[in-house]
C-alpha cells in the first residue's frame, strides 16, 4: 500500500542534494510542515528538503485512537512526546505535583497530530474576525478563511440521521418535551457546507462503537438549555450547543497530517525527509557589513538566513540552502557583506551563502520560538543572559496562550464498550484492524458542550465542557500521581 511504500523509505539516512542546498528548508514535519512539504513540492523545480527531530509513526499506539493515553508522556515508552513541563503555576495543579503541568508536544512525524486527542474543531466567525483584526487585512476574514476549511477537509458521516441519538422517552433520565432545547440549526442543510474532497479524513465515530453514556450526556445538556448542534462545524461560524465529536479518523484509524499530507506524496524525487534531524541552530548572513559602530543595539545589522545545522543521530551537519542560479551567485556574491556571523570559520567561507529560496520554521508553538532564541532572535536581555550572540532583538517566546482544562473523574457504574484491558483485547483489536470497528477505534472525548459564560457581559462562545470515556490512561494517571 501507499502508506507501506511510505514507512518502507529510509528517512533516517536521506543523502542530501549534492550541492547541499535546497529551495525550501522545513523544521519540523507536524501539522504545519507536513502541509508546507505537500504544497511546495507540488513545484518539481523546487528542491524542499522536510527535517523532523523525532521518528517514524510506525507504532500501532500512534494509528489506534484509543491508545491514545499511552502516547503523551511516553508511558508507553514510544518516545513520540517531547515530555515537557511547565514552570509552578500558583493556579495549576496542586501542592503534590509542585504546581507544574506536562505538556505534550508531539515529536514524530506527524507531530502533535500523532498523539493529540483527534478533535477536528473549526474555528469560528469570531475566530476569523480577531485575526483580521489583529493583521489588519481582509485575507483573514471568515468568508476567505471558510473556503479553505472546506479545501482541507473530507468529512464522513455527515447525514444527522447518522448521529448519537438522545435516550427515548421512556429512559429515566429523558426530560419532559417541555423542557428539551429545540435547535437552531438546518439538519437537512448543514452537511453541503463541509469540505468532501480534501485530504484531512474527518468522520463522528459510529453509533454502534460509543459508549452507551452518550445520550444521557447529550440528554442532560439539552436538559440544562443548551441547544443541540447537529455539525458544530458547519461552517456557519457558531459552533454553540451540544454535538458528538468529530475526528480526524479513515476507516477507524488516526488520520494524522502525516498521513495526508506526507504519505500521498512520498514519490516525488524532489521532496527529501529526513527523520531524527534535530535543527539546533539558524545561520545568517550580514547582508549590510559590518555593525554599525553608531548604534546602541547589541544586535548586528539586518541578516539574512543562509541555511540550519542539525544533528543526525552522533553526527552534526551543516545545511545551506541554494537557489538555481546556485552557480551565478558563485560567481558574483564574493564581497565581504556576505559574511557568515553564525558559524564555526570551517564552515561558509566560500562567501556563497546569500541565496535565494526559504528557511520555514514549523517546529510548533514551543519548539519554534526556542529554535529561534537559540539561533540569536528573541529579546536581546534574555539571549545575553544565556549568552547567546542577538541577530534581532524581538519579543520572541512571550504570549503563549493554551487550553487549559479542569478535568473531573469518576467511575461509571454502566457497562461500556471501554474496558480496563481493552488495549490488550485480541478480538477488538482485530476487528479494529480489519473492520475499522470498535471500541479501539475510539478517542478520549466523545461529546461535547461549547457555551458562552455570560451572555450579559456580552461573552462570545468561550467554554468547552467534553466528556469521555477513558481507557489506556492508567499508566498516565500513574506517571501523574493521579489516583
Known amino acids: 500500500t501507499e502508506e507501506e511504500r511510505f514507512h518502507g523509505r529510509d528517512m533516517h539516512n536521506t543523502v542530501l542534494r549534492?550541492?547541499?542546498?535546497?529551495?525550501?528548508?522545513?523544521?519540523?514535519?507536524?501539522?504545519?510542515?507536513?502541509?508546507?512539504?505537500?504544497?511546495?513540492?507540488?513545484?518539481?523545480?523546487?528542491h524542499v528538503l522536510l527535517l523532523e527531530a523525532g521518528g517514524l509513526d510506525t507504532s500501532n499506539a500512534i494509528h489506534v485512537p484509543a491508545s491514545y493515553g499511552t502516547l503523551q508522556m511516553n508511558v508507553a515508552g514510544e518516545e513520540s512526546d517531547w515530555m515537557m513541563k511547565t514552570v509552578p503555576q500558583r493556579h495549576s495543579l496542586g501542592s503534590s505535583f509542585?504546581?507544574?503541568?506536562?505538556?505534550?508536544?508531539?515529536k514524530v512525524l506527524g507531530g502533535s497530530s500523532s498523539i493529540n486527542a483527534m478533535l477536528h474543531v473549526n474555528m469560528t466567525s469570531d475566530d476569523a474576525q480577531r485575526m483580521a483584526h489583529l493583521a489588519g487585512s481582509d485575507v483573514w476574514d471568515w468568508h476567505t478563511l471558510q473556503?479553505?476549511?472546506?479545501?482541507?477537509?473530507?468529512?464522513?458521516?455527515?447525514n444527522p440521521s447518522d448521529s448519537i441519538q438522545p435516550p427515548s422517552s421512556s429512559s429515566s433520565l429523558s426530560p419532559s418535551s417541555s423542557s428539551t432545547s429545540s435547535s437552531l440549526f438546518d439538519h437537512d442543510d448543514h452537511h453541503n457546507n463541509r469540505g468532501h474532497s480534501g485530504p484531512l479524513h474527518v468522520q463522528r465515530h459510529h453509533p454502534d462503537d460509543v459508549s452507551p453514556l452518550v445520550p444521557y450526556y447529550i440528554q442532560a445538556a439539552q436538559n440544562a438549555g443548551h441547544v443541540y448542534n447537529p455539525d458544530y462545524n458547519n461552517n456557519n461560524g457558531n459552533r454553540e450547543g451540544v454535538s458528538e465529536v468529530q475526528c480526524t479518523l479513515h476507516h477507524g484509524r488516526r488520520w494524522s497530517s502525516c498521513s495526508a499530507y506526507l504519505v500521498p506524496v512520498i514519490d516525488r524525487p524532489n521532496l527529501h525527509i529526513i527523520v531524527n534531524a534535530h535543527v539546533t541552530r539558524i545561520t545568517f548572513s550580514n547582508i549590510l557589513g559590518d555593525e554599525d559602530p553608531s548604534s546602541t543595539s547589541s544586535c548586528k545589522r539586518p541578516q539574512r538566513a543562509t541555511g540550519v545545522i542539525f544533528r543526525r543521530g552522533k553526527d552534526i551537519d551543516s545545511l545551506r540552502k541554494a537557489a538555481d542560479e546556485h552557480a551565478h551567485l558563485s560567481s558574483t556574491s564574493s564581497s565581504s557583506s556576505s559574511r557568515d556571523i553564525n558559524s564555526s570559520s570551517n564552515y561558509n567561507n566560500d562567501g556563497n551563502n546569500v541565496y535565494s529560496?526559504?528557511?520555514?520554521?514549523?517546529?510548533g508553538a514551543i519548539m519554534t520560538p526556542h529554535l529561534l532564541q537559540l539561533s540569536g532572535i528573541g529579546r536581546a536581555f534574555d539571549l545575553a543572559h544565556h549568552g547567546i550572540e542577538c541577530v534581532s532583538d524581538v519579543p520572541v517566546g512571550y504570549n503563549l496562550s493554551d487550553h487549559l482544562y479542569v478535568p473531573v473523574l469518576s467511575r461509571s457504574r454502566i457497562q461500556t464498550p471501554i474496558a480496563a484491558d481493552v488495549l490488550a483485547n485480541r478480538e477488538h483489536f482485530l476487528n479494529w484492524q480489519e473492520k475499522g470497528r470498535?471500541?479501539?477505534?475510539?478517542?478520549?472525548?466523545?461529546?461535547?458542550?461549547?457555551?458562552?459564560?455570560?451572555?450579559?457581559?456580552?461573552?462570545?462562545?468561550?467554554?468547552?465542557?467534553?466528556?469521555?470515556?477513558?481507557?489506556?490512561?492508567?499508566?498516565?494517571?500513574?506517571?501523574?500521581?493521579?489516583?
Open 18 to 46: 549534492d550541492d547541499g542546498g535546497y529551495d525550501y528548508i522545513i523544521i519540523g514535519a507536524g501539522s504545519a510542515g507536513c502541509v508546507l512539504a505537500n504544497r511546495l513540492s507540488a513545484d518539481p523545480n523546487k
Open 98 to 106: 509542585d504546581h507544574v503541568s506536562f505538556q505534550p508536544r508531539g
Open 147 to 158: 473556503r479553505y476549511q472546506k479545501r482541507i477537509e473530507d468529512f464522513h458521516n455527515n
Open 357 to 363: 529560496g526559504e528557511i520555514i520554521c514549523c517546529a
Open 438 to 483: 470498535g471500541p479501539l477505534t475510539l478517542g478520549a472525548i466523545l461529546a461535547f458542550v461549547f457555551y458562552a459564560t455570560s451572555r450579559e457581559r456580552g461573552d462570545r462562545v468561550n467554554m468547552q465542557h467534553h466528556v469521555g470515556f477513558l481507557t489506556g490512561f492508567e499508566p498516565l494517571m500513574k506517571a501523574m500521581n493521579y489516583t
